[in-house]
């Protein structure tokens, strides 16, 4: 591992560090994984966010070796015999995207496979599935980016995406091919452009979900529930105001939500809590534009005819206690919407999600500098630690890897037959509980990035657990656990590389095998 570590230091760039890394994993799958785990806060940024949005934008480019499926809309009619003659005999669990809406950087087509990959390495490293039985899948759906018609390196189809009534159709076909073929098999949709007609149409009939609506809302739902706790603040006085209103804003906003119903509020009220702000400025029922049906829960009806365009005028107008960025423009969050934040809160709840980093609506630093060093922070990208005012501060990175590694794992070992929505809300609970007493004393949001195989193992358990509540495990053995059996059964499901030969290793033990052999030869 040292002299891995010793090569990837020598490459300048983080595109060559990610192409280093991918070659080492598919080469030499075992060391690859020993290597991650044991240097997860410094090597996950480069298998996954943000540097794997600068291999999807060049993966045609940088294209080595097949890494998963393709399936294209010409095998319509067909999707079942491409699946039935795919090599894997035994796959828990696949995640599958049509490109069309990979991080903030839009429609990248097929070159959005660099997503299914990172992420299952991720499920891989943090939760221990073992790499024999994922699949990372894309599908070749066409694309509206006519710069890819143009790229002569560009490996997809060159016509324009499918309507959604044609995706539907598609999808109908491939969800029961991948069912028939791996009964059980736990189904991640990710980054669709809108993700929320398959999570409604296939979540009660497949053991699915959706990490961009479902899994960004429990893991930054986890950080709200920390951040709450640390400003002290009654959840009926808090007021959010969400820079982004698209599929990742709604889902984030209605998790948080349920939280706030759960803490005493009627859903009216909670839901109340939320102004969201799109390109239009606040999102009201009589803004006079056609709202996407997802806009229609949080959109405004107390305006009294007011139309309020910019987020500067939003934060004045609500006087928020938490803003929240997934609007993927980078630097929205300025010194003066930041300022106001600090004045008008002793703890002002700062979170920009938005990947990558160049979508992060503030860095770190500017969240602390422009509040005075007051602000409860957590970003969607990693930021560096910051020393101010002569002390030391660590930001919190609310990263979906916390939860959906423990989400996927726990699906699969209770077999559940679907993901629910308690079953998410559970996984957002458990984080929220997984600090240590000196993380809590620290006021950090999330735990060790280091420590992420140990959260999963909790947020596993606690996906398990409201599986049986809900009568939908069929492993019904698991039942009769107590939570430290359940937590050491998960230990033992999970895949260790370290427990696991290199090729390096296999290829050392057969040459001493042949040498003792030869020598033992010899002797005669």
């Not at 922070?377 to 020393?387: N, Q, R, T």
């Not at 423990?406 to 997984?434: F, P």
């Not at 656990?481 to 033992?492: F, G, H, K, P, V």
């Amino acid at each position: 591992m040292h002299a891995c570590l010793a090569q990837l230091a020598l490459k300048t760039s983080p595109i060559e560090k990610y192409t280093y890394l991918s070659d080492l994993r598919n080469t030499n799958v075992h060391l690859f994984y020993r290597l991650v785990v044991d240097n997860m806060k410094d090597l996950t940024p480069l298998i996954y966010t943000p540097v794997v949005g600068e291999a999807c934008i060049k993966w045609s480019e940088i294209y080595r070796q097949p890494e998963g499926l393709y399936i294209s809309y010409s095998d319509r009619g067909n999707i079942a015999s491409v699946i039935q003659n795919w090599p894997q005999p035994k796959v828990e669990i696949t995640v599958v995207t049509d490109g069309s809406r990979i991080l903030g950087l839009g429609d990248l087509g097929i070159n959005g496979m660099g997503i299914p990959v990172g992420k299952l390495a991720l499920y891989i490293a943090c939760a221990g599935i073992h790499p024999d039985n994922v699949l990372p899948l894309t599908l070749d759906l066409g694309t509206n980016n006519k710069q890819l018609w143009d790229d002569p390196l560009y490996m997809g189809s060159r016509r324009e995406k499918i309507t959604p009534e044609e995706e539907q159709e598609f999808l109908d076909e491939l969800m029961a091919a991948l069912s028939e073929k791996w009964p059980g098999i736990v189904i991640q949709f990710e980054d669709f452009k809108n993700p929320f007609p398959a999570l409604a149409r296939y979540r009660d009939t497949f053991t699915c979900f959706n990490d961009d609506i479902q899994g960004t809302g429990s893991v930054v739902l986890a950080g709200v529930i920390s951040a709450v706790r640390e400003t002290k603040v009654p959840v009926k006085e808090h007021r959010a105001v969400f820079m982004g209103a698209g599929s990742a804003g709604v889902g984030v906003a209605k998790q948080i939500v349920e939280y706030f119903v759960k803490e005493g509020l009627t859903e009216d009220e909670a839901r109340r809590r939320f102004w969201l702000v799109d390109t239009k400025g606040l999102v009201t029922n009589d803004r006079g534009d056609k709202l996407a049906d997802h806009k229609i829960y949080f959109s405004r009806d107390d305006n009294d005819g007011r139309q309020i365009k910019s987020l500067a005028e939003v934060v004045e107008y609500v006087k928020p206690t938490i803003l929240m960025g997934l609007s993927t423009i980078g630097g929205i969050f300025d010194e003066h919407i930041l300022n106001r934040m600090g004045e008008m809160n002793e703890s002002p709840i700062i979170f920009p999600l938005s990947n990558p980093s160049s979508k992060s609506e503030c860095t770190y630093e500017e969240a602390m500098r422009h509040t005075g060093g007051r602000a409860v922070f957590a970003s969607g990208s990693p930021f560096p630690s910051l020393d101010y005012n002569g002390k030391t501060y660590c930001p919190g990175q609310g990263n979906n890897m916390y939860v959906f590694p423990g989400i996927g794992l726990g699906a699969i070992l209770c077999k559940a037959v679907n993901i629910t929505q308690e079953m998410i809300y559970a996984s957002a609970v458990s984080l929220s509980t997984s600090l240590t007493p000196e993380e809590t004393e620290k006021n950090w949001l999330y735990p060790d990035i280091n420590r992420i195989r140990d959260v999963s193992v909790i947020v596993a358990r606690g996906v398990i657990r409201m599986a049986q509540e809900q009568g939908l495990d069929r492993e019904i053995m698991l039942r009769d656990l107590s939570d430290a059996e359940l937590d050491r059964y998960i230990q033992t499901r999970m895949y260790d590389p370290k427990a696991e030969k290199s090729l390096v290793e296999h290829e050392i033990a057969a040459f001493a095998t042949k040498q003792q052999q030869a020598n033992g030869a010899s002797h005669l």
